[in-house]
Protein backbone atom coordinates (compact mmCIF):
# COMPACT_ATOMS: atom_id res chain seq x y z
CA UNK A 1 0.00 0.00 0.00
CA UNK A 2 1.16 3.33 -0.65
CA UNK A 3 1.32 5.72 2.06
CA UNK A 4 1.59 9.89 1.75
CA UNK A 5 4.70 10.14 2.69
CA UNK A 6 6.01 7.03 0.07
CA UNK A 7 3.71 8.67 -2.61
CA UNK A 8 5.89 12.02 -1.90
CA UNK A 9 9.49 10.03 -1.63
CA UNK A 10 8.53 8.16 -4.66
CA UNK A 11 8.21 11.60 -6.95
CA UNK A 12 11.13 13.39 -5.01
CA UNK A 13 13.19 10.83 -6.22
CA UNK A 14 11.99 10.57 -9.92
CA UNK A 15 12.38 14.73 -9.81
CA UNK A 16 15.50 14.55 -8.23
CA UNK A 17 17.68 17.54 -8.54
CA UNK A 18 14.52 19.35 -10.21
CA UNK A 19 12.99 20.38 -7.02
CA UNK A 20 13.91 21.68 -3.88
CA UNK A 21 11.40 21.11 -1.38
CA UNK A 22 12.24 24.05 1.93
CA UNK A 23 11.12 23.57 5.01
CA UNK A 24 11.15 25.43 8.34
CA UNK A 25 11.68 24.86 11.50
CA UNK A 26 7.90 25.45 12.46
CA UNK A 27 6.90 22.72 10.12
CA UNK A 28 5.62 19.34 11.58
CA UNK A 29 8.43 16.59 11.85
CA UNK A 30 6.10 14.62 9.36
CA UNK A 31 6.50 17.57 6.89
CA UNK A 32 10.31 18.44 7.56
CA UNK A 33 11.24 14.56 6.49
CA UNK A 34 10.83 15.23 3.02
CA UNK A 35 12.55 18.67 3.11
CA UNK A 36 15.88 19.19 0.92
CA UNK A 37 16.66 21.67 3.66
CA UNK A 38 15.71 22.80 6.95
CA UNK A 39 15.85 26.45 8.29
CA UNK A 40 14.95 29.85 9.78
CA UNK A 41 14.08 32.27 7.67
CA UNK A 42 17.34 33.01 6.62
CA UNK A 43 18.84 29.92 5.76
CA UNK A 44 15.82 28.83 3.76
CA UNK A 45 16.49 32.47 1.63
CA UNK A 46 19.74 31.51 0.98
CA UNK A 47 18.56 28.14 0.00
CA UNK A 48 16.32 29.79 -2.43
CA UNK A 49 19.07 32.09 -3.74
CA UNK A 50 21.73 29.18 -4.03
CA UNK A 51 19.31 26.85 -5.83
CA UNK A 52 19.06 26.07 -9.52
CA UNK A 53 15.82 23.89 -9.15
CA UNK A 54 13.19 24.40 -11.60
CA UNK A 55 10.47 23.76 -9.02
CA UNK A 56 10.75 25.12 -5.43
CA UNK A 57 8.00 23.85 -2.63
CA UNK A 58 7.97 26.15 0.30
CA UNK A 59 6.73 24.83 3.62
CA UNK A 60 6.49 27.81 5.39
CA UNK A 61 4.19 31.06 5.36
CA UNK A 62 3.46 32.77 2.17
CA UNK A 63 6.45 36.13 3.41
CA UNK A 64 8.76 33.41 3.33
CA UNK A 65 7.65 31.63 0.01
CA UNK A 66 7.53 35.48 -1.27
CA UNK A 67 11.38 35.92 -0.53
CA UNK A 68 12.10 32.72 -2.39
CA UNK A 69 10.16 34.13 -5.18
CA UNK A 70 12.22 36.98 -5.02
CA UNK A 71 15.44 35.81 -4.80
CA UNK A 72 15.02 33.09 -7.50
CA UNK A 73 15.58 32.84 -10.78
CA UNK A 74 13.55 33.24 -13.79
CA UNK A 75 13.43 29.77 -14.88
CA UNK A 76 12.03 28.60 -11.16
CA UNK A 77 9.00 28.84 -9.98
CA UNK A 78 7.86 28.59 -6.20
CA UNK A 79 4.68 27.01 -5.08
CA UNK A 80 3.39 26.83 -1.79
CA UNK A 81 1.20 23.32 -0.29
CA UNK A 82 -1.07 25.36 1.41
CA UNK A 83 -1.87 29.32 -0.05
CA UNK A 84 -3.66 30.55 2.84
CA UNK A 85 -0.92 29.97 5.40
CA UNK A 86 0.20 33.45 6.04
CA UNK A 87 1.49 35.44 8.95
CA UNK A 88 -0.87 37.96 11.45
CA UNK A 89 2.19 39.70 12.03
CA UNK A 90 2.96 40.21 8.46
CA UNK A 91 -0.34 40.98 7.71
CA UNK A 92 -0.12 43.87 10.51
CA UNK A 93 1.52 46.66 8.00
CA UNK A 94 -0.16 47.74 4.75
CA UNK A 95 0.84 49.48 2.45
CA UNK A 96 -1.28 52.48 2.83
CA UNK A 97 -0.65 53.06 6.60
CA UNK A 98 3.18 52.39 6.17
CA UNK A 99 3.22 55.28 3.97
CA UNK A 100 1.24 57.14 6.03
CA UNK A 101 3.50 56.23 8.84
CA UNK A 102 6.81 57.04 6.33
CA UNK A 103 5.19 60.56 5.88
CA UNK A 104 4.83 61.25 9.69
CA UNK A 105 8.29 60.26 10.48
CA UNK A 106 9.85 62.60 8.11
CA UNK A 107 7.42 65.86 8.51
CA UNK A 108 9.00 65.31 12.44
CA UNK A 109 12.66 64.44 11.84
CA UNK A 110 15.21 63.77 9.22
CA UNK A 111 17.35 60.74 8.40
CA UNK A 112 15.06 57.77 8.72
CA UNK A 113 16.16 54.10 7.24
CA UNK A 114 13.72 51.32 7.03
CA UNK A 115 14.74 48.30 8.35
CA UNK A 116 12.37 45.59 7.71
CA UNK A 117 12.37 42.58 9.62
CA UNK A 118 11.68 39.19 6.74
CA UNK A 119 8.28 38.52 8.16
CA UNK A 120 6.34 40.81 6.10
CA UNK A 121 4.93 40.85 2.76
CA UNK A 122 7.20 41.31 -0.69
CA UNK A 123 4.97 45.02 -0.89
CA UNK A 124 6.39 45.99 2.77
CA UNK A 125 10.34 44.60 1.69
CA UNK A 126 9.86 46.71 -1.63
CA UNK A 127 9.25 49.84 0.17
CA UNK A 128 12.13 49.30 2.30
CA UNK A 129 14.41 48.89 -0.76
CA UNK A 130 13.29 51.92 -2.18
CA UNK A 131 13.98 53.34 0.44
CA UNK A 132 17.75 52.63 1.01
CA UNK A 133 16.90 50.02 4.02
CA UNK A 134 17.82 46.44 4.56
CA UNK A 135 15.62 43.67 5.78
CA UNK A 136 16.54 41.20 8.69
CA UNK A 137 15.86 38.34 10.75
CA UNK A 138 15.61 38.05 14.45
CA UNK A 139 19.55 36.13 13.91
CA UNK A 140 21.23 39.46 12.37
CA UNK A 141 19.03 42.52 13.45
CA UNK A 142 21.59 43.89 15.55
CA UNK A 143 23.83 43.85 12.68
CA UNK A 144 21.49 45.14 10.12
CA UNK A 145 20.31 48.32 13.06
CA UNK A 146 24.68 48.61 13.18
CA UNK A 147 24.39 48.68 9.19
CA UNK A 148 21.55 51.80 9.31
CA UNK A 149 23.43 53.60 12.09
CA UNK A 150 26.77 53.82 10.11
CA UNK A 151 24.75 55.52 7.75
CA UNK A 152 24.14 58.18 10.63
CA UNK A 153 20.33 56.94 10.23
CA UNK A 154 17.71 56.46 12.60
CA UNK A 155 15.77 53.09 12.33
CA UNK A 156 12.38 52.74 11.20
CA UNK A 157 11.54 49.29 12.55
CA UNK A 158 8.61 47.15 10.96
CA UNK A 159 6.61 44.61 11.54
CA UNK A 160 7.82 43.59 15.00
CA UNK A 161 7.97 46.16 18.27
CA UNK A 162 9.32 43.29 20.17
CA UNK A 163 12.55 42.65 18.05
CA UNK A 164 13.03 45.75 17.61
CA UNK A 165 12.66 46.80 21.38
CA UNK A 166 15.17 44.00 22.31
CA UNK A 167 17.41 44.56 19.48
CA UNK A 168 17.55 48.26 20.85
CA UNK A 169 18.36 47.33 24.02
CA UNK A 170 20.90 44.89 23.17
CA UNK A 171 22.95 47.66 21.68
CA UNK A 172 22.40 49.84 24.83
CA UNK A 173 20.54 52.33 23.20
CA UNK A 174 18.63 54.26 25.56
CA UNK A 175 14.97 53.46 26.31
CA UNK A 176 13.85 57.43 25.82
CA UNK A 177 15.30 56.90 22.33
CA UNK A 178 13.12 54.45 21.19
CA UNK A 179 9.29 55.10 20.48
CA UNK A 180 6.39 52.58 19.46
CA UNK A 181 4.92 53.78 16.19
CA UNK A 182 1.13 52.70 16.77
CA UNK A 183 -0.42 52.71 13.21
CA UNK A 184 -4.43 52.30 14.84
CA UNK A 185 -3.38 55.26 16.29
CA UNK A 186 -3.67 59.18 14.44
CA UNK A 187 -0.31 60.16 13.71
CA UNK A 188 1.09 56.54 14.95
CA UNK A 189 0.31 58.21 18.72
CA UNK A 190 3.68 59.57 19.02
CA UNK A 191 4.16 63.93 19.40
CA UNK A 192 6.47 65.83 17.13
CA UNK A 193 9.11 66.17 20.43
CA UNK A 194 9.47 62.42 20.83
CA UNK A 195 9.86 61.72 17.50
CA UNK A 196 12.64 64.37 17.03
CA UNK A 197 14.36 62.93 19.91
CA UNK A 198 14.11 59.49 18.80
CA UNK A 199 17.11 57.00 17.23
CA UNK A 200 14.19 53.94 16.50
CA UNK A 201 10.85 53.75 15.91
CA UNK A 202 8.86 50.39 16.42
CA UNK A 203 5.96 49.68 14.64
CA UNK A 204 3.52 48.43 16.79
CA UNK A 205 3.21 44.70 15.10
CA UNK A 206 3.36 41.20 17.59
CA UNK A 207 3.53 37.36 16.95
CA UNK A 208 1.04 35.80 18.87
CA UNK A 209 2.74 32.80 19.22
CA UNK A 210 6.15 34.56 20.85
CA UNK A 211 4.16 37.23 22.78
CA UNK A 212 2.10 34.21 24.81
CA UNK A 213 5.63 34.10 26.79
CA UNK A 214 4.89 36.08 29.95
CA UNK A 215 7.49 37.20 32.99
CA UNK A 216 4.94 34.53 35.23
CA UNK A 217 6.03 32.08 32.62
CA UNK A 218 9.76 32.37 33.32
CA UNK A 219 9.11 32.53 37.14
CA UNK A 220 7.30 29.65 37.31
CA UNK A 221 9.84 27.68 35.04
CA UNK A 222 12.60 29.25 37.69
CA UNK A 223 10.42 27.89 40.50
CA UNK A 224 10.28 24.72 38.80
CA UNK A 225 13.61 23.72 37.39
CA UNK A 226 15.86 25.92 39.24
CA UNK A 227 19.14 24.38 37.53
CA UNK A 228 17.63 25.08 34.07
CA UNK A 229 19.05 27.73 31.69
CA UNK A 230 15.96 29.38 30.20
CA UNK A 231 16.14 30.78 26.47
CA UNK A 232 13.62 32.85 24.48
CA UNK A 233 13.13 33.80 20.99
CA UNK A 234 13.23 37.95 20.50
CA UNK A 235 9.96 38.46 19.03
CA UNK A 236 8.88 37.82 23.10
CA UNK A 237 8.36 41.10 24.91
CA UNK A 238 11.18 42.57 26.55
CA UNK A 239 9.41 42.32 29.66
CA UNK A 240 9.70 38.62 30.02
CA UNK A 241 12.77 38.44 27.35
CA UNK A 242 15.04 40.59 29.57
CA UNK A 243 14.32 37.72 32.64
CA UNK A 244 15.66 34.93 30.43
CA UNK A 245 19.30 33.83 30.67
CA UNK A 246 19.56 33.99 26.99
CA UNK A 247 17.70 35.56 23.47
CA UNK A 248 18.24 33.75 20.14
CA UNK A 249 16.72 33.45 16.59
CA UNK A 250 15.54 29.73 15.78
CA UNK A 251 19.36 28.64 14.94
CA UNK A 252 20.66 30.48 17.88
CA UNK A 253 18.39 28.88 19.76
CA UNK A 254 18.83 25.20 18.15
CA UNK A 255 22.49 26.02 18.72
CA UNK A 256 22.45 26.73 22.10
CA UNK A 257 20.51 23.40 22.90
CA UNK A 258 23.53 21.47 21.20
CA UNK A 259 26.35 22.52 22.67
CA UNK A 260 24.74 22.90 26.36
CA UNK A 261 26.94 20.32 28.68
CA UNK A 262 25.51 16.75 29.03
CA UNK A 263 22.76 16.38 31.57
CA UNK A 264 21.32 20.19 31.35
CA UNK A 265 17.98 21.15 31.59
CA UNK A 266 16.99 23.99 28.61
CA UNK A 267 13.23 25.63 29.57
CA UNK A 268 12.68 26.94 25.72
CA UNK A 269 9.99 29.87 24.80
CA UNK A 270 9.40 29.51 21.42
CA UNK A 271 7.03 27.67 18.78
CA UNK A 272 6.33 23.74 20.10
CA UNK A 273 6.65 21.80 17.10
CA UNK A 274 10.40 23.09 17.14
CA UNK A 275 10.74 22.39 20.91
CA UNK A 276 9.20 19.05 20.75
CA UNK A 277 11.82 18.46 17.93
CA UNK A 278 14.59 19.89 19.66
CA UNK A 279 13.54 17.58 22.96
CA UNK A 280 13.26 13.98 21.02
CA UNK A 281 16.83 14.96 19.17
CA UNK A 282 18.23 15.82 21.98
CA UNK A 283 16.70 13.43 24.57
CA UNK A 284 19.40 10.91 25.29
CA UNK A 285 21.57 14.08 26.15
CA UNK A 286 19.96 16.89 27.80
CA UNK A 287 16.36 17.84 29.07
CA UNK A 288 14.40 20.27 26.89
CA UNK A 289 10.96 21.56 27.90
CA UNK A 290 8.95 24.08 26.42
CA UNK A 291 8.32 27.67 28.34
CA UNK A 292 4.64 27.40 27.35
CA UNK A 293 3.04 25.59 24.42
CA UNK A 294 2.44 28.08 21.99
CA UNK A 295 2.05 27.16 18.50
CA UNK A 296 1.55 28.91 15.18
CA UNK A 297 -1.83 28.05 13.52
CA UNK A 298 -0.78 28.94 9.89
CA UNK A 299 2.79 27.51 9.91
CA UNK A 300 0.29 23.81 10.77
CA UNK A 301 -1.67 24.37 8.07
CA UNK A 302 1.02 22.69 5.81
CA UNK A 303 0.98 19.13 6.00
CA UNK A 304 1.74 15.62 4.15
CA UNK A 305 -1.84 15.70 2.47
CA UNK A 306 -1.35 19.33 0.53
CA UNK A 307 2.38 18.70 0.05
CA UNK A 308 1.62 15.76 -1.84
CA UNK A 309 -1.33 17.47 -3.54
CA UNK A 310 1.21 20.29 -4.71
CA UNK A 311 4.23 17.46 -6.03
CA UNK A 312 0.79 15.48 -7.81
CA UNK A 313 -0.88 18.16 -9.85
CA UNK A 314 1.78 21.29 -10.35
CA UNK A 315 -1.68 23.37 -9.61
CA UNK A 316 -0.80 27.23 -11.15
CA UNK A 317 -3.33 28.21 -7.89
CA UNK A 318 -0.27 27.29 -5.87
CA UNK A 319 2.50 29.42 -7.16
CA UNK A 320 3.63 32.62 -5.52
CA UNK A 321 3.72 35.20 -7.63
CA UNK A 322 5.19 38.42 -6.72
CA UNK A 323 5.32 41.61 -9.63
CA UNK A 324 8.04 42.39 -10.93
CA UNK A 325 8.12 46.09 -9.55
CA UNK A 326 7.72 44.69 -6.55
CA UNK A 327 10.25 41.92 -6.34
CA UNK A 328 12.70 44.80 -7.88
CA UNK A 329 12.40 46.59 -4.39
CA UNK A 330 12.46 43.78 -2.05
CA UNK A 331 14.98 42.00 -4.13
CA UNK A 332 17.21 45.38 -2.97
CA UNK A 333 16.58 45.59 0.35
CA UNK A 334 16.89 41.39 0.91
CA UNK A 335 20.25 41.47 -1.12
CA UNK A 336 21.62 43.99 1.57
CA UNK A 337 21.00 41.81 4.39
CA UNK A 338 22.29 38.55 2.49
CA UNK A 339 26.06 40.78 2.12
CA UNK A 340 26.03 41.93 5.79
S1 LIG B 1 5.41 32.21 14.42
FE1 LIG B 1 4.63 34.31 14.51
S2 LIG B 1 5.89 35.49 13.09
FE2 LIG B 1 6.22 33.29 12.62
S3 LIG B 1 4.73 32.88 11.01
FE3 LIG B 1 3.73 32.33 12.94
S4 LIG B 1 2.60 34.22 13.50
FE4 LIG B 1 4.10 34.82 11.92
Avoid at 54 to 74: H, K, Q, T, Y
Avoid at 204 to 217: E, S
Avoid at 240 to 262: E, F, H, K
Avoid at 277 to 283: F, V
Amino acid sequence: MHTTGSRIAEIRRRLGPELLILGHHYQRAAVLRHADAVGDSLELSRHAAASRAPRIVFCGVRFMAESAAVLCGPGQTVYMPEMSAGCPMADMVRPGTLEAAWRTLNRNAADWLPVVYVNSSAEVKAFCGRHGGITCTSSNAGRAFKWAFARNRRVFFLPDEHLGANTAAELGLPDAHVLVYDYKREGGGVGADALSRARVALWKGFCLVHTAFTAAHIAAAREALPAARIIVHPETPREAARLADARGSTSQIIRYVQSAPDGATIVIGTELNLVQRLAEEQRERVTVKALAPSVCANMAKTNEANLLAVLETWDARRIVRVPADVAAGARAALERMLAL
